[in-house]
């Protein structure tokens, strides 16, 4: 089955224009969340959402928002873009919560965003 | 607030040698610890851990859990250049969280 699809692959914007990222996620999955990658901080959430319900938000300013779709496909956007901005952002789709089970998440290839 | 520590931060071995990497955690409401492998962009998925004790195997990597001493250790043996990546631990710390608490990785290099 196809995995988590994100587009685009690579996006460069300017300082303090705003950008929208897309995810896919894997058919069936619910719950979508995103993470930042940068080479000082690692691997970072920003948020999840299941069932077009925003669940839990990590430490980042206004600037970032997203929503989910009733297809359960997700869009973050990031406006008045910073250079330190610039980062890896990673799609992670799993199933959602089911009574008593664990469950893992597969991650998507992520978007390259450059502010210059 | 929910912490994952990896070490080594990173490691360059031979070929054919065996690796430990190491990841020990601080978090509330443990649900399961979860090994990625990355490479270039996508962490892929290797082992999710909940229970003590108990090894996860996939071929040359294996993987085990000590909830009491809160650490988990990947081992690689036989190691090959195709093992070199960067090891991500993550926590999911369950409850109301939904989220992954992510270690800053480990950097393997493999060198023939």
């Known amino acids: 089955k196809a995995g988590v699809t994100q587009t685009p692959r690579y996006l460069i914007k300017t300082r303090g224009q705003q950008v929208t990222l897309s995810c896919s996620p894997i058919?069936?999955?619910?719950?979508v969340s995103w993470y930042q990658q940068t080479p000082g901080q690692g691997l970072q959430f920003l948020f999840e959402?299941?069932?077009?319900?925003?669940?839990n938000k990590g430490n980042f300013p206004g600037r970032f928002s997203g929503r989910q779709f009733s297809n359960s496909r997700s869009e973050m956007n990031v406006s008045t873009l910073e250079l330190g901005d610039s980062a890896l952002y990673l799609c992670?789709?799993?199933?959602?919560?089911?009574?008593?089970?664990?469950?893992?998440?597969?991650f998507g290839s992520g978007t390259r965003l450059t502010v210059v | 607030e929910d912490k994952v520590v990896q070490s080594p931060l990173s490691l360059v071995v031979h070929e054919g040698d065996t690796v430990t990497l190491n990841c020990s955690y601080e978090?509330?409401?443990?649900?399961?610890l979860l090994w990625y492998k990355q490479e270039k962009k996508a962490p892929t998925f290797l082992f999710m851990l909940t229970s003590s004790g108990i090894e996860k195997k996939s071929g040359r990597l294996s993987s085990i859990l000590d909830k009491k001493e809160l650490f988990s250790i990947l081992n690689i043996t036989a190691t090959q250049t195709g093992d070199s990546a960067v090891y991500l631990c993550?926590?999911?710390?369950?409850?109301?969280?939904?989220?992954?608490?992510f270690g800053k990785g480990t950097l393997l290099t493999v060198n023939p």
């Open positions: 992670a789709s799993s199933p959602g919560p089911a009574s008593g089970r664990n469950y893992g998440y597969t």
């Open positions: 993550a926590v999911n710390s369950g409850g109301s969280n939904y989220k992954l608490t």
């Open positions: 058919s069936g999955h619910r719950s």
């Open positions: 978090v509330t409401n443990f649900r399961s």
């Open positions: 959402y299941f069932s077009e319900t925003q669940r």
